[in-house]
């Protein structure tokens, strides 16, 4: 059986604030988790009680696709699976990001600039939103930013680029990136980039 590529983000139902600072992000728990399967060729969200789900899905994942996802969503995970998080072959657009200009650069930004997407809010939204019980909100907020990340994925995949503005300028800026090769054989080549 040919393994699955995963594209996911997560929410949080505390902040840094909350748990003494960044050192262990593990502490912040998970309130949303959403997800894109290629292999099932659909998108998923899970409540914190339901990521055992999301555990079985990882269990035939070849590659885990994030933003800022090894240093943060892959942290604030692995306390609810059993698996090593960190033995499932990732790719962080983050961390391909700082590599080709040396500093980090927001999703939505990188979103608008290459791919024309938008993110719909940010996390401190999405918490207070948990907070308040809109957990369906949290829901659509999460799987767009899942959208996001895919589209920004497989653009950068086929085109060997993405592209992001500079503070200092109105001109994009392009980043190389080679994530052809990350890519599974048996991942569809996806050319329109294009939301759900």
Known sequence: MARDTIVFDLETKKEFAEIGGRNHP?????SVLGAY????????????????EFEKMLKNTGL????????????VLQ????LDLTTIPSLDMM??????VGFRVSLDNLAKTTVNAAKSADGLTALRWFREG??????DYCLKDVEVTKALYEYGKVNGQIRFI???????????VDWMRYA?????????????
């Open 26 to 30: 593990e502490l912040l728990g998970v």
């Open 37 to 52: 399967s290629y292999s099932e060729n659909r998108y998923r969200v899970f409540e914190e009680h339901e990521l055992g």
């Open 64 to 75: 885990l696709i994030g933003f800022n996802s090894n240093a943060f969503d892959i942290p």
């Open 79 to 82: 306390p609810y699976v059993s």
């Open 95 to 100: 961390e391909a990001v700082v590599r080709g």
């Open 134 to 139: 809109r957990v369906q909100e949290v829901k």
């Open 166 to 176: 500079p503070r200092d300028s109105i001109e994009p800026r392009v980043i190389a």
């Open 184 to 196: 599974p054989v048996s991942e569809p080549e996806e050319r329109q980039f294009r939301l759900i």
